[in-house]
């Protein structure tokens, strides 16, 4: 029987078991959750106490008004993520290889409806497919691989069962801290990847910390839900600047969804899965300096969430987020460029281009063939920006990746990786130099990019690109709509009017 199937007999079921009666329907707040009883305290148990047990008050407006932009930003880029080939494969798969259920939407496909874990894969598929979701640091993009899964529970459970906005919130800040959680227990994980895409990893225990919060799982499952996640992580980078980068997303939301049902089914994993054993990995499979430490308990002490001290970097245009530095630096010298010229700038002009940034081997990429390596080539992106000015979703279409006159620029391009631009998100720089046949040396630098954390889009350029983005796929009214959902999703007693607009 496939898991739809059982998912509907769970939803018409009435066994006794409480996080089964939650799946069928009757939600209640995890305050109503009867605790079973505690060994002592671990690492692995502290996180699934967290999970249980933070309440709403916790989030403070700061928290609730950041976690809100991601959750209209991660809809957006999924909705234009909709209209890619990569999604569509991904679509017509799970159509045709798995029986179809009439329970969770999928993005940008009215009337077409999954079972809940596999309209989490597609949508979270969808998030990914343009590299043009967010960003966090340590380094991963936390809300693809969380809300797409939270969604299609949201849209599992019956019409009078709906959790609250503050629900949905609430559990989507609990992935979002968990991912953060556990990537600072690691030096490496600071660092742009080199062994593996960290959301395939921290991205499926999101997924499951935040399915498991919404479920109302107790804390004993929540715990194992995690050690089940663990099971079910990981993603060669060897597949970044491919169509697979976006499955692992796709899977973490899927596979972190999975992982709490099961848990809620009674199946059971490591309950050290989190700690550090000697001799045994768990979670230090993924990081060699794995240092965990136990989350406090929020009745003791008041919680502090992550989000609050480290906001997110929101892309401007759909790629690596290293590119951003490049482009800006880049954009500097275009308007150098175009005053010399008098309004029309040739490549003929330059004779050399030098760009100095951090030494990354699957962001280096001399000549991209594909859309994918395009979105994580610092010399593409450079480049298209000295021609351009600018880089945005157009730059990625057949016509633009193919012009002569962007080939040419390419083959002028030298890289440099000095010691003093560190591969992180969060010390990193962008240099670009360009030397004219006349011999005049122009120069452009970035340190911050309008987007990251550190200088932030503002609510109206957020929303601009979010409208730019739904509008590919929704009508006006609809993306309208949307905006004041998500912006007041703390107030809606029910989810309802969030899903009409996305069915």
């Known amino acids: ?229 663990s099971s079910l992580a990981g993603a060669p980078m060897a597949n970044a600047a491919t169509q697979s980068k976006p499955l692992h997303i796709g899977n973490a939301s899927r596979l972190g969804l999975e992982a709490a049902l099961l848990a809620s089914r009674g199946l059971e994993a490591s309950p050290l899965v989190l700690d550090a054993v000697p001799g045994v990995a768990g979670f230090s499979a993924f990081y060699e300096d794995y240092a965990p430490r136990p989350l406090a308990y929020p009745e003791e002490e008041e919680h502090s969430f992550l989000l609050d001290e480290q906001d997110m970097a929101f892309k401007r245009f759909p790629a690596h987020l290293g590119m951003h530095w490049v482009a800006d630096a880049a954009a500097i010298i275009h308007k150098t460029l175009v005053g010399l010229s008098t309004g029309s700038f040739s490549p003929r002009m330059v004779q050399d281009i030098l760009l100095r940034v951090p030494q990354s081997k699957y962001i280096n990429r001399p000549f991209p063939e ?12 450079a480049c298209t920006a000295l021609l351009d000015g600018e880089v945005t979703v157009q730059s990625f279409q057949p016509e633009a990746l193919l012009r002569p006159e962007l080939h040419a620029l390419l083959s002028r391009v030298r890289v440099e990786h000095p010691e003093d631009n560190p591969a992180n998100f969060d010390r990193m720089y962008g240099e670009v130099e360009v030397t004219l046949v006349s011999g005049d040396v122009l120069r452009g630098r970035c340190d911050t990019f309008y987007g990251h954390w550190r200088n932030p889009l503002s609510n109206e350029s957020l929303r601009k690109k979010f409208r730019n983005n739904a509008g590919a796929v929704l009508i006006p009214e609809k993306v309208d709509a949307l905006v004041e959902a998500v912006e007041g999703l703390e107030y809606l007693t029910d989810c309802k009017p969030l899903l009409a607009q996305l069915q």
């Open 1 to 229: 029987m496939n898991l739809s199937k059982q998912l509907c007999i769970i939803q018409r079921s009435f066994q006794p078991r409480s996080t089964l009666s939650v799946v069928r329907g009757l939600h209640k707040s995890a305050l109503d959750v009867v605790q079973r009883p505690t060994s002592e305290e671990t690492v692995t148990s502290s996180f699934g106490r967290f999970i249980q047990s933070v309440q709403p008050r916790h989030l403070s407006p700061k928290v609730l008004q950041r976690s809100k932009r991601m959750v209209l930003d991660s809809i957006g880029v999924g909705l234009l993520g909709s209209t890619t080939e990569v999604f569509d494969l991904a679509l017509q798969h799970c159509k045709h290889m798995y029986a179809l259920d009439d329970i969770s939407f999928v993005y940008g496909r009215s009337g077409t409806k999954l079972s809940p874990v596999l309209a989490a894969f597609v949508n979270g598929v969808a998030a990914h497919s343009m590299d043009f979701d967010d960003t966090w640091h340590p380094a991963t993009h936390p809300s693809g691989a969380v809300l797409p899964a939270l969604l299609a529970i949201c849209d599992m459970l019956p019409s009078n069962s709906k959790p609250s906005g503050l629900d949905v919130l609430m559990a989507f800040n609990v992935g979002i801290e968990i991912q953060g959680r556990l990537m600072r227990f690691s030096n490496e994980a600071h660092n742009i990847p080199k062994r593996f895409h960290p959301p395939s990893v921290v991205g499926t225990m999101g997924s499951a910390a935040a399915c498991a919060r919404l479920l109302s799982l107790d804390r004993s499952q929540c715990s194992h839900a995690l050690a089940i996640a």
């Open 370 to 381: 594909s859309e994918h390596q395009a979105r994580h080539s610092f010399q593409f992106n």
